[in-house]
């Protein structure tokens, strides 16, 4: 167990509908970051949060965004769902997300399906 | 959830022998290089890491080994188990800390 919390574990939904994703980090840790991992291109870099702030922006469309809130939970809203959206949505914690060495701490995902 | 759908390369081993993953990385920038492994219905774990001024790492079982030169970095398994199959991950860390993955490779054990 990472430590990392991720709910829902499923979630089936359908086009151009909204979800909201929940991670909690692993405990003390400042910084929050979101994968997608879909079948035809592996593990993609969606967007990193470090103390409530956002510090890093990966290849995020614009219908999705994210936030991390005071007790450093985070949440990724995906809206005007797509069925190209259908993907494992993981997130990762570390303890300062700035260290050249730290390591990353994945939870589990959230498989989202949309049809 | 898992990646087994993913369409990745595949290494089958005997169980007992010694598993060699190879990753070639893109950025002669990067820094820090980290092996994740993933099995099916969770999230990628930390295997071993290591930094781009040492060019070899051992851990429990476990070696990493970089190339520089090349930009080639690898993950040597001895004695590979069933326990091990999974699907392996390199990861990259550039700049601002955004680790990149790369396409993965699935270890098949053969008992």
């Known amino acids: 167990d990472s430590g990392v919390t991720q709910t829902p574990k499923h979630l089936i939904t359908a086009t151009g509908q909204r979800v909201t994703l929940r991670c909690s980090p692993r405990s003390g840790d400042l910084s929050v970051y979101w994968y997608q991992q879909s079948l035809d291109q592996g593990l993609q870099f969606l967007i990193q949060y470090y103390n409530g702030e956002e510090r890093a922006k990966g290849n995020i469309l614009e219908r999705f965004s994210a936030q991390q809130f005071p007790d450093l939970h985070s949440e990724l809203n995906l809206s005007s769902l797509e069925l190209g959206d259908s993907a494992l949505y993981f997130c990762?914690?570390?303890?300062?997300?700035?260290?050249?060495?730290?390591?990353?701490?994945f939870g589990s995902g959230t498989q989202l399906s949309v049809l | 959830g898992e990646s087994v759908g993913l369409h990745l390369p595949t290494l089958s081993v005997q169980e007992g022998d010694n598993s060699i993953i190879n990753c070639a990385y893109s950025?002669?920038?990067?820094?820090?290089f980290i092996w994740y492994k993933q099995e099916s219905g969770k999230g990628p774990q930390f295997i071993i890491d290591i930094r781009s001024n040492m060019d070899k790492r051992q851990g429990q079982r476990v070696t990493v080994l970089l190339n520089k030169t090349v930009k080639h970095l690898s993950l040597q398994i001895a004695a590979t188990q069933p326990g091990d199959s999974a699907v392996y991950f390199c990861a990259e860390k550039r700049a601002g800390n955004m680790l990149t993955f790369g396409g993965g490779t699935r270890l098949m054990v053969k008992p």
């Open positions: 950025n002669s920038a990067s820094d820090y």
């Open positions: 990762a914690s570390s303890p300062r997300g700035s260290g050249t060495n730290e390591k990353l701490f």
